[in-house]
């Protein structure tokens, strides 16, 4: 080989093994990034008890996501990927939607629940790690909305004559509720 061909060869090898170093670690990084043991026992005690997990951990967790910019989940915020994800299982999810969520967050109890929202789909709505809009929205006032239902046909019922740009939540509750509609008091 010519000098020249053994630069390019040389650096072309040197380029290589960064990206794989640069890969590796960060696969390592995504879900090694651990959870504190006595995060987990904490859980698991209230979890016995037949409580949520810890609210004064819960209470902590927040404290720190307030500080943070846009909506982020207080225990993606915190690097707590492993209450969510097993790391043993290629970050697999540690227990099927919706009961994931409601490790943490009360359990919905409505006489009518709304389509995506009883069926588990949390994350049809709401990003499990940060968003741009509050309350970890994807989407925000009418627009979250009709993602799924068809304007033309929520604008021909005669209660939404005067809609303009209401919030559909102003009258709705997003995730069910016990009168028809999942209509709130307001309305
Ligand atoms: C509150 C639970 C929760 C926490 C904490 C959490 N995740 Fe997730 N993550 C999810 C859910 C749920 C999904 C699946 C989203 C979907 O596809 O509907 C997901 C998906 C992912 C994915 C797949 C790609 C994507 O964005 O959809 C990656 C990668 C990921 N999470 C990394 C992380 C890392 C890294 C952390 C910690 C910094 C973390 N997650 C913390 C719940 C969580
Ligand atoms: C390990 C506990 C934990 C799990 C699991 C968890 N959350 Fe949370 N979540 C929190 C805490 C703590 C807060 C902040 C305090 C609060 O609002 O209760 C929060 C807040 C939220 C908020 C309000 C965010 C804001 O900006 O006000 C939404 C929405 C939410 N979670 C959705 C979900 C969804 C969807 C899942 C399932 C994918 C989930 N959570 C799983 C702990 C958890
Ligand atoms: C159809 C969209 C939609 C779906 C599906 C949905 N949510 Fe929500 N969720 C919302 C909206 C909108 C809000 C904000 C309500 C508000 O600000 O009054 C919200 C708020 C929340 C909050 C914060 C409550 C508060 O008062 O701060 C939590 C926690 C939450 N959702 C959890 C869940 C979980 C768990 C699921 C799945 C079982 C789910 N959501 C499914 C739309 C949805
Ligand atoms: C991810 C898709 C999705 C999103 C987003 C969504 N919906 Fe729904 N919605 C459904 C499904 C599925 C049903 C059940 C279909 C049915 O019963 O006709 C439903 C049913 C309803 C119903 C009851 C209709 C009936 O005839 O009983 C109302 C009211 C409703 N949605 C309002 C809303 C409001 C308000 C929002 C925004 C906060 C919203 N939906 C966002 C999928 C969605
Ligand atoms: C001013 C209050 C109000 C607002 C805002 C509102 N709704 Fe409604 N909605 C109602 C009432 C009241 C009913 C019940 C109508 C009936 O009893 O026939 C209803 C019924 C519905 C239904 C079921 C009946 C049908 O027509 O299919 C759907 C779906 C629905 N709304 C979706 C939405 C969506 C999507 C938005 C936002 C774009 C929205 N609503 C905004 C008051 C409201």
């Known amino acids: 080989m010519t000098p020249v061909k053994k630069n390019i060869v040389f650096s072309l090898m040197v380029i290589l093994i960064s990206f794989l170093l640069g890969c590796s670690h960060k696969t390592l990084t995504v879900f090694f990034d651990g959870v504190p043991p006595e995060y987990d026992s904490l859980r698991m005690v209230a979890k016995q008890n037949g409580k949520k997990t810890d609210s004064i951990v819960l209470q902590e967790l927040a404290a720190v996501a307030a500080a943070t910019k846009h909506s982020s989940h207080p225990p993606f915020a915190n690097k707590k990927c492993g209450l969510c994800h097993d790391q043993g299982r290629k970050g697999k999810l540690t227990e099927p939607m919706p009961g994931l969520c409601f ?3 009360d359990v919905f ?3 009518f629940g709304h389509g ?3 069926s ?3 994350t049809a709505c709401h990003n499990p790690h940060t968003a741009e809009n509050p309350k970890l929205l994807l ?3 009418q627009e979250l909305c009709y993602y799924c239902h068809e304007p033309s046909r929520v604008t021909v019922t005669p209660a939404h004559e005067k809609l303009g740009t209401t919030a559909c939540t102003t009258c709705h509750n997003p ?3 016990n009168n ?3 209509l709130t008091e307001k309305e």
């Open 180 to 182: 028809k509609y999942f």
């Open 109 to 111: 109890e409505f006489k």
């Open 120 to 122: 588990g789909s949390c």
């Open 116 to 118: 995506p929202a009883a």
């Open 139 to 141: 989407r925000t006032s």
């Open 103 to 105: 490790q943490c967050h």
């Open 175 to 177: 995730h069910g509720g």
